[in-house]
C-alpha cells in the first residue's frame, strides 16, 4: 500500500486518469515476457512527460518507494516484474517521434514509441534503423534501450548500443541529465550514453533518445543452407567468418525448431534436416553476389544437404518471418517456454551447440536451438511445464550448466536478453567479483536510495559454480 | 532457470476455496490449460483494438488473460472492473491468429462471460429485454419473422415517421436511436417464402449444400440471403435451405449464454442431419464463426460430440466456396459492366478472417469483376467496433473505433465498401451517416455487390 499523501501527490503530477492502484491494473502490471514470474505492485503510473517523469521521482524518492519503469513488458530476463512492489511507470504515452534530422542523420524519439513504428517511419523516409528485436512490433525504443536489444542483423550492423547517440534521462533524486547528443565523436567524460544502455532501468528512467540512423543496403539477398549434419552447419558459421565476409544476418535453427515453425507458418522447411542456416547479405548489388556465391560454395564444401537462393523479396521475407517466429512457435509444444540466450566467440558455435545437446540428454529436458549464430549467440529454449516442479528443477539445472559451459568456451551468460532477475545469480561468474564491486558502486552513485528497479543485477547471493543436487 | 522468491513462482490450478461465488463458477468454468498457455509474449497487444484506443494493459488480450488468471488463483476477486473489462472486449478475436502459443482466447473470453451472467444482477429492463431477445425471440423462428414484419410495418406504415417527427425517439439512448436510422428496411419475407426449400444448379452441379440462412440475415437482410442462392446456383451449386434450422446461437455465446448456445446448436445439427450436402454455405461471418466451432460448443456433450465435428468440418464461408469450388465467369464480362466502372474497398469480418481464417477469398472474388478497381483500405483486418452488440452495449468505445474505421474508408475514396456480415453492414452504414459528410459512399454485402455485377443479374433479385 503506497501512502495515501504519496498517492495524492502522484496524482496530482499527472492527473486522476493516469494513475492507478486498483486491483486490476496491479494484477496487469505484475509480470512481463518472463515466464514463471509474478509480483504485484502497489501502483501504475503513465507519464506524459520529462517533466513529470522528474516529478515522480522526486516524490518517489522522498518516501523511498521503488519503481520499476517499461514499455509494453516484453523482455525475457524478469527485468521489469516488481518484485519489491513499489510503483511500476509505462512509458506507452511518451510515444512520440520528435525529429528527424535528415542533415545530421538522426532521430530524436520519446521511450514508449514501438520500436517496429519507429522503423517504418525512417524507412519512409528512405533511412534504416538496423536493431531489429524479435518482439520489435511491440516492443518500445526505450525497452530496447534499457536492455540493450540485439536481433538478427547484429552480426554486420551492431545492437542497440551502437545507434544511441544521445539520451535523456531522470535520475532516483528527480534531477534530468543529458547525454551525448547528435555528435559522432565526443570524448568529453565518462560515455554515460553507452552506461544506460543497457542497465535496465536500474540507474535511471530514460525520457528520450537521439538515434544514428544510416543509409540502407542498396540490394539484399537471402538464401537458405539446410545440413543433415548438425555439426557441418555449426563449422558453416565459423567457416564464413573466417573467410572474412560479414553477412548481414546469419541464422541456425536446429531440427526440433524448424519442426514447430514449419507448423506454426506453414513454409514448406525439409523437416528431415538437422540443421538450417538462414543467411542473408546486403549491400551493393555486386558484392552481394560475390558473398552469396563464396557463401554458396562453403555450405557445399561443408556438404550441405540443399541451397536454395530466395528469388524474390517475397519469398525472402517469408524466411525471415519463419526464424522471427521461432520462439514463439516454439511455445505450441509445451505450455512452458523458457529461452536463454547464452553467447560465444563465434569460432565456438559447433561447440556450444555439442554441449547443450549433451546437457540437455543428461538431465532429460527437451532443449531446441536457434539463434544468432553469426555473432555467436544461441537461444537453447527449454520446451517444459511451470506446473510440473520436478521436471523444471531439471531444466533450471540444465541452464546453470549451459551458462557455465558458455563461459568455459569464453563466453557469456546473456548475449541480449538481459541480467534482470533471472541471471543476476550467475553474473559474478562472468564479471568476477571486483566487476560487481565496480558495478555496485555506479548504481551507488546514480541511485543511493535503490530505489530504481531493485532486486534486478545484482543477486542476494551467487550462484555456486559446482553444479550440485540443491534438493 | 534462475533463482526467483518462491512466492513468484506459478501455482497449479490451486484448489482454491472461493469465498465468492462468482470466483467460485469462474474458477470452475475457465479452461486453466488455456490460461497457463499464455506466455505472456505480448505479441496479441498490436493487434488489439481496445488495447490500441486505451494504450493500457488490461484492455489488451494478455492482460485480460492475466485477470482471468488472477481470479482463478485466488490472487484478485472479481470485482465490478473485472466484469467490465471482460465484456469490454470486442470479440474480435484479431489476437488469435498472431498468437504464437495459440491460445485459444476467444474460448476463453466466452467461458468468463459465461459465468459472469450466471450471476448477474440484471436492472429489471435489462433483465427483461436480455431474456426477451435471447430467449424470446432470436430462438423462434416464427417470432422473428413477426418481428420483420413489426419493423417493417413501423418503417413503411408512416409510423417511423411519426416516431422520428414526434420527438418520442429522444427518449431513447443514443447508440439505439442512431441504429434506428441506419436500419435496412425489414421483411416478413424470408429467403424460403422467396425461393422455396430447394433452388437448382445452373448447368452440371458440382455439388449440393445447404444455406444457413441467419436470424437477423433473414429479417434484415432477406435480399442478401436470396442473393446468396442464386450466385451459388450461377456457380453451379444446387442449394438446399432446410425449413427447421435456427439461429446460430452466437449472439448468445458471447453475451455469456452459452447453455441456450448449445440448445440452438444441437436444433442446428438436428435440421441439417438429412439433408444430403457437402457443405454448409454461411454468408454471415459471425456465424459462420460459430458454426466452425460448435465441435468445441458441443465437446461435453457424448450425444452431440461426434455429429458437430462433421457439422463443423462441413461450414464454409460462400466466397470461399465460390472461389474454390464453384464456376463463376459471367461477373468478369467486360461488356456487363463496362458502363459502370467504380472503386470499391473491403472491411474484413473480424470473425471471418479471425475464426474461418478466410481473407483471401473475398478479395480475389471482388478482383475478378470486370471494370472495378479494388483498393485495399488501410487495416481493414481491424475490428469495426460492431462486434455483436457491442456497439449498443459499450457505444462509446464502438464510437471511438468506428471513427478511425471510417478515416480509413474515406482514404480509398471508394464509391462501395463491401463487407462479410451483417454487423459489420450495419456499424459500417452508420460510420457513412455519422463521419461521411456527405459522402456517396454506400456500403454493400459482397454477395449483393457481386450477383449485381454478374451479366443479366442485377434487379432480378429483387422479389
Request: one cysteine or more.
Amino acid at each position: 500500500m503506497l501512502d495515501a499523501t504519496l498517492t495524492m501527490k502522484l496524482r496530482q503530477i499527472v492527473g486522476e486518469k493516469h494513475f492507478r492502484d486498483d486491483k486490476e491494473a496491479r494484477v496487469a502490471h505484475s509480470y512481463d515476457g518472463t515466464p514463471m514470474l509474478q509480483s504485484l505492485p502497489d501502483g501504475v503510473i503513465y507519464p506524459g512527460s520529462t517533466d513529470e517523469v522528474s516529478a515522480i521521482m522526486k516524490a518517489l524518492s522522498e518516501y523511498g518507494v521503488p519503481v520499476v519503469s517499461r514499455g509494453s513488458g516484453s523482455n525475457l530476463c524478469g527485468g521489469t516484474v516488481p518484485v519489491e512492489g513499489g510503483v511500476v511507470m509505462v512509458m506507452h504515452r511518451m510515444n512520440r517521434l520528435l525529429e528527424v534530422d535528415l542533415e545530421n542523420l538522426t532521430a530524436t524519439v520519446q521511450p514508449g514509441m514501438i520500436t517496429a513504428a519507429f522503423t517504418a517511419h525512417v524507412e519512409a523516409l528512405g533511412l534504416f534503423y538496423p536493431p531489429d528485436p524479435s518482439s520489435m512490433k511491440i516492443s518500445t525504443i526505450g525497452g530496447n534501450i534499457a536492455e540493450c536489444s540485439g536481433g538478427l542483423r547484429g552480426l554486420k550492423y551492431g545492437t542497440t548500443k551502437d545507434y544511441v547517440i544521445g539520451l535523456e534521462a531522470v535520475l532516483a533524486s528527480g534531477e534530468v541529465i543529458r547525454t551525448g547528443g547528435k555528435l559522432m565523436k565526443d570524448v568529453a567524460g565518462y560515455d554515460l550514453t553507452k552506461l544506460l544502455v543497457g542497465s535496465e532501468g536500474t540507474l535511471a528512467v530514460i525520457t528520450e533518445a537521439t538515434l544514428k540512423l544510416v543509409p540502407p543496403p542498396a540490394s539484399k539477398k537471402t538464401m537458405l543452407a539446410m545440413f543433415k549434419d548438425l555439426y557441418g552447419a555449426a563449422r558453416t558459421v565459423s567457416r564464413i567468418i573466417e573467410m572474412r565476409i560479414i553477412p548481414a544476418t546469419l541464422e541456425f535453427m536446429d531440427n526440433p525448431t524448424i519442426r514447430v515453425v514449419d507448423d506454426f507458418a506453414k513454409l514448406g522447411l525439409p523437416l528431415d534436416m538437422e540443421a538450417i542456416l538462414l543467411i542473408e547479405q546486403d549491400g551493393d548489388p555486386e558484392t552481394v553476389e560475390r558473398d552469396i556465391e563464396r557463401i554458396r560454395e562453403i555450405c557445399e564444401a561443408e556438404k550441405a544437404d540443399r541451397i536454395d537462393v530466395a528469388e524474390t523479396r517475397e519469398q525472402a521475407e517469408k524466411l525471415l518471418t519463419a526464424r522471427r517466429s521461432a520462439f514463439t512457435a516454439l511455445a505450441r509444444l509445451r505450455p512452458t517456454t523458457i529461452l536463454e540466450d547464452a553467447t560465444v566467440p563465434r569460432s565456438r558455435i559447433a561447440d556450444m551447440v555439442l554441449r547443450i545437446n549433451d546437457i540437455a540428454q543428461k538431465y532429460g529436458v527437451s532443449i531446441a536451438t536457434f539463434g544468432h549464430a553469426g555473432d555467436g549467440n544461441l537461444h537453447p529454449t527449454a520446451t517444459t511445464d511451470a506446473r510440473d516442479k520436478e521436471e523444471i528443477h531439471r531444466v533450471e539445472q540444465a541452464f546453470e550448466e549451459i551458462f557455465e559451459a558458455a563461459i568455459e568456451l569464453g563466453g557469456t551468460i546473456t548475449g541480449e536478453h538481459g541480467v534482470g532477475l533471472v541471471k543476476a545469480p550467475f553474473l559474478e561468474w562472468k564479471v568476477g567479483p571486483a566487476g560487481i564491486a565496480v558495478m555496485r558502486g555506479i548504481k551507488q552513485v546514480f541511485d543511493p536510495q535503490n530505489l530504481l528497479n531493485p532486486g534486478k543485477m545484482f543477486a542476494k547471493e551467487t550462484r555456486k559454480r559446482v553444479v550440485i543436487d540443491r534438493g | 532457470m534462475a533463482e526467483t522468491n518462491a512466492h513468484t513462482h506459478i501455482q497449479n490450478k490451486p484448489a482454491i476455496d472461493h469465498a465468492n461465488p462468482l470466483a467460485r463458477t469462474l474458477h470452475a468454468k475457465l479452461d486453466y490449460d488455456q490460461l497457463t498457455n499464455c506466455m505472456r509474449c505480448g505479441f496479441c497487444l498490436p493487434a488489439c483494438p481496445t488495447f490500441r484506443e486505451t494504450g493500457v494493459e488490461p484492455e489488451s488480450p494478455r492482460g485480460r488473460i492475466a485477470l482471468m488468471k488472477a481470479v482463478a488463483d485466488g490472487l484478485m476477486d472479481p470485482d465490478q472492473a473485472f466484469q467490465d473489462q471482460m465484456n469490454h472486449c470486442l470479440g474480435c478475436r484479431a489476437c488469435e491468429p498472431v498468437c504464437p502459443a495459440d491460445v485459444k482466447y476467444g474460448q476463453l473470453i466466452e467461458q468468463a462471460r459465461d459465468a459472469i451472467e450466471d450471476h448477474a444482477e440484471h436492472s429489471a429492463p435489462v433483465s427483461g429485454l436480455r431474456k426477451l431477445i435471447f430467449k424470446g425471440v432470436f430462438p423462434h423462428r416464427s417470432r422473428l419473422r413477426l418481428l420483420g414484419k413489426s419493423i417493417a410495418f413501423y418503417q413503411k406504415s408512416g409510423l417511423r415517421s411519426l416516431a422520428r417527427g414526434s420527438g418520442v425517439m429522444k427518449l431513447l439512448p443514443k447508440s439505439v436511436r442512431e441504429m434506428e436510422r441506419i436500419l435496412p428496411d425489414a421483411s416478413g419475407q424470408g429467403v424460403i417464402e422467396r425461393l422455396g426449400t430447394v433452388y437448382p444448379a445452373k448447368g452440371e452441379p458440382i455439388a449440393r449444400v445447404a444455406l444457413f440462412r441467419g436470424c437477423v440475415m433473414d429479417v434484415l437482410f432477406a435480399e442478401t440471403n436470396v442473393n446468396t442462392v442464386k450466385l451459388l446456383s450461377e456457380a453451379g451449386f444446387e442449394v438446399v435451405i432446410p425449413r427447421e434450422q435456427a439461429c446460430c446461437g452466437a449472439l448468445h455465446a458471447h453475451a455469456g449464454e452459452m447453455e441456450q448456445a448449445r440448445d440452438l446448436a444441437r436444433r442446428n445439427l438436428e435440421a441439417f442431419k438429412d439433408a444430403g450436402i457437402s457443405y454448409i454455405v454461411s454468408n454471415a461471418g459471425g456465424c459462420g464463426a460459430l458454426l466452425v466451432e460448435y465441435d468445441h460448443l458441443l465437446s461435453e456433450d457424448p450425444a452431440y460430440r461426434e455429429p458437430a465435428r462433421e457439422f463443423s468440418d462441413r461450414v464454409i464461408d460462400v466466397s470461399r466456396l465460390l472461389v474454390e469450388r464453384g464456376r463463376l465467369p459471367s461477373f468478369a464480362d467486360e461488356e456487363a459492366n463496362a458502363a459502370n466502372p467504380v472503386t470499391i474497398t473491403y472491411q474484413d469480418s473480424c470473425h471471418l478472417r479471425n475464426v474461418m481464417r478466410s481473407s483471401d477469398a473475398p478479395r480475389q472474388l471482388m478482383k475478378q469483376v470486370a471494370n472495378v478497381t479494388f483498393t485495399e483500405m488501410c487495416e481493414a483486418d481491424r475490428c469495426c467496433g460492431s462486434a455483436g452488440i457491442y456497439n449498443i452495449t459499450q457505444p462509446e468505445m464502438a464510437g471511438q473505433v468506428l471513427e478511425h474505421k471510417m478515416e480509413n474508408a474515406r482514404d480509398t475514396q471508394a464509391r462501395y465498401l463491401l463487407t462479410s456480415n451483417p454487423g459489420c453492414l450495419l456499424q459500417m452504414k452508420l460510420g457513412v451517416e455519422k463521419h461521411g459528410n456527405g459522402s456517396p459512399m454506400e456500403v454493400k454485402h459482397v454477395v449483393d455487390f457481386l450477383y449485381e455485377r454478374i451479366a443479366g443479374g442485377g434487379t432480378s433479385g429483387k422479389p
